[in-house]
């Protein structure tokens, strides 16, 4: 599916919102983001002076004003920019769509925001989107536009994709998405590169590090996070694609916490921006995937492999 302005032969454009964990714990998930979707032809613009989204479970917890007035203050700006915002993680997709939704229908809130952003000079008036990169790629690119870009397939990599529980929950806020309990979108987006997404025991679990959970029983969330990492290495999935940077941080030092343990885990963490850019031909190092914890040789030979048969053929 084309979205309109391709249609017309005009780029799309996006502000893009990179959150916190991206850009200063793995950013070669914004590299990778930037990279595919310029080859998708979509321009992404710098959000200048943006915060923190900043993260419902702490602020809301305490003062839901505040979180509503600092998480439009990230929208308006992109409203100024006359765009829709696009964020690569699905915490920040909540925290900012939970707060645009509430203000577009809650005119009491609106107006206490409004009061607060006014002293800074600025208006919350409700015309931009907040868009998840997965959400996006979904609605207004299509998994038959990108297969139309691939040119390595990713035959015979075992995709194991984790939603996450902000990009599909909650359910009344995430329309057009089909079934929260078993969405498939993801996986038809996996796919698409060439690889296979391959359902398993607790996909839809969460990673273990949400709620504030990660910093005050780290124990307890790894626990959770080897659970799932076990069913992964008993299956022998060659990666886990996620699409939140937040629980790609989970995971990826999650293995090497438990690994401290006396556990073996060596299994790949890729968000999907990266998987796709793989599949467009760009190596794992343009796609910053050796920034990660978590190192599998095996897996970047087989990618290796699979991108020079594509140039050979």
Same mark, same amino acid.
């Given at each position: 599916? $084309?979205? %309109?302005?391709?249609?017309?032969?005009?780029?799309?454009?996006? $502000?893009l919102?990179?959150?916190?964990?991206?850009?200063?714990?793995?950013?070669?998930?914004?590299? @990778?983001?930037r990279k595919?979707?310029?080859?998708?032809?979509?321009?992404?613009?710098? /959000? %200048?002076?943006a $915060?923190?989204?900043?993260?419902?479970?702490?602020f !809301?917890?305490?003062? !839901?004003?505040?979180?509503?007035?600092?998480?439009?203050?990230?929208?308006?700006l992109?409203e100024?920019m006359?765009?829709?915002?696009?964020?690569?993680?699905?915490?920040c997709?909540? +925290?900012?769509? %939970?707060?645009?939704?509430t203000?577009?229908?809650?005119?009491?809130?609106?107006?206490?925001?409004?009061?607060?952003?006014?002293?800074?000079g600025?208006?919350?008036?409700?015309?931009?989107k907040?868009?998840?990169?997965?959400?996006?790629l %979904?609605?207004?690119?299509?998994?038959?536009?990108?297969?139309?870009?691939v040119?390595?397939?990713?035959?015979?990599?075992?995709?194991?994709?984790h939603?996450?529980?902000?990009?599909?929950?909650p +359910?009344?806020?995430?329309?057009?998405?089909?079934s929260?309990?078993?969405?498939?979108?993801?996986? &038809?987006l996996?796919?698409a590169?060439? @690889?296979?997404?391959?359902?398993?025991?607790?996909?839809?679990m969460?990673c273990?590090a949400?709620?504030?959970?990660? +910093?005050?029983?780290?124990?307890?969330?790894?626990?959770?996070?080897?659970?799932?990492?076990?069913?992964? #290495?008993?299956?022998?999935?060659?990666?886990i &694609?996620?699409?939140?940077?937040?629980?790609?941080?989970?995971?990826? +030092?999650?293995?090497?916490?438990?690994n401290?343990?006396g556990?073996?885990?060596?299994?790949?963490?890729?968000h999907?921006?990266?998987l796709l850019?793989?599949?467009?031909?760009?190596?794992?190092?343009?796609?910053?995937? #050796?920034?990660n914890?978590?190192?599998? $040789?095996?897996?970047?030979?087989?990618? /290796?492999?699979?991108?020079?048969? @594509? !140039?050979?053929?």
């Amino acid at each position: 599916m $084309s979205t %309109e302005t391709e249609k017309q032969g005009k780029p799309q454009s996006l $502000s893009l919102f990179l959150g916190c964990v991206a850009p200063n714990r793995y950013p070669g998930i914004e590299l @990778a983001s930037r990279k595919v979707m310029k080859d998708l032809g979509v321009d992404l613009h710098e /959000l %200048e002076g943006a $915060s923190c989204c900043p993260a419902p479970g702490v602020f !809301k917890s305490f003062d !839901k004003t505040t979180w509503l007035t600092m998480a439009s203050r990230n929208v308006v700006l992109s409203e100024q920019m006359g765009m829709d915002l696009l964020t690569i993680c699905n915490g920040c997709y909540g +925290s900012l769509g %939970e707060a645009n939704l509430t203000l577009m229908h809650d005119p009491d809130y609106k107006a206490k925001v409004n009061e607060k952003l006014g002293e800074v000079g600025l208006e919350y008036k409700g015309n931009a989107k907040v868009r998840h990169i997965i959400e996006f790629l %979904e609605k207004d690119v299509g998994p038959d536009t990108i297969k139309e870009k691939v040119t390595v397939p990713l035959d015979g990599i075992k995709v194991a994709v984790h939603y996450g529980c902000h990009l599909i929950r909650p +359910s009344k806020e995430k329309e057009g998405l089909g079934s929260a309990e078993n969405p498939r979108f993801f996986d &038809v987006l996996v796919d698409a590169t060439g @690889a296979k997404s391959v359902d398993y025991e607790e996909k839809m679990m969460c990673c273990g590090a949400g709620g504030g959970a990660r +910093s005050a029983f780290l124990e307890t969330t790894l626990k959770m996070t080897e659970k799932k990492l076990a069913i992964l #290495q008993k299956d022998e999935f060659d990666c886990i &694609v996620d699409a939140c940077p937040f629980c790609h941080l989970q995971f990826d +030092s999650g293995q090497v916490q438990l690994n401290k343990e006396g556990k073996d885990y060596h299994i790949p963490v890729l968000h999907y921006s990266q998987l796709l850019g793989l599949a467009f031909g760009y190596t794992p190092q343009e796609l910053g995937i #050796q920034m990660n914890m978590t190192t599998n $040789s095996a897996f970047e030979e087989k990618v /290796l492999a699979l991108q020079q048969k @594509a !140039k050979e053929a």
